[in-house]
């Protein structure tokens, strides 16, 4: 398989809050051949458990076996893939680039645009906060490159299903 055949996949990995999970967690991915290309823990309601949402890269066909070796380790209690359901995936990003007070104008257009936050504004710098979806960010980033990016800060997908099903 050429690397055109990988894809992108969203995971939701509910645990218990012990230590080595995470650890344990990331061999079953390195293992087959995954890479991570994100990843955010976060406590669950009650704080014994945690919702680990993973982005990772690999052949589409080693993902069933990734899932179902992710759930036979003692701290998962699920794992769920929502590369292609109906699920609510948001991203959040801070960009900051250079700017001076003849740019300026355009950029903030741009940020309008994107529904950004301004967070930091100097005469020669602003920071961008943006929400939304992946492409979404990656579009804004793509537009925001005709200025000069000096950081570029992405916290990762967050996941959950939408109506009444088990995120």
Do not use: W
Request: hydrophobic share 40%; with cysteine.
């Amino acid at each position: 398989m050429s690397n055109s055949d990988k894809a992108m996949h969203t995971l939701s990995v509910y645990v218990s809050n012990k230590p080595g999970a995470l650890a344990r967690i990331a061999q079953v991915f390195a293992r087959r051949g995954f890479n991570i290309e994100s990843l955010v823990v976060s406590p669950a309601v009650d704080g014994q458990f945690s919702r680990m949402t993973i982005g990772c890269s690999g052949h589409s066909s080693g993902l069933d076996q990734i899932i179902k070796q992710l759930s036979k380790l003692i701290d998962v209690l699920h794992c769920i893939d929502h590369t292609y359901d109906e699920s609510v995936v948001k991203e959040m990003g801070l960009v900051k680039i250079a700017i001076d007070s003849e740019g300026r104008s355009e950029a903030l257009q741009i940020a309008e645009h994107y529904g950004c936050k301004t967070v930091d504004l100097t005469p020669d710098s602003m920071i961008l906060q943006v929400v939304g979806n992946p492409a979404k960010i990656d579009a804004l980033e793509e537009m925001i490159s005709k200025f000069k990016i000096i950081e570029l800060v992405r916290t990762g997908k967050v996941v959950m299903s939408r109506g009444q099903e088990i995120t």
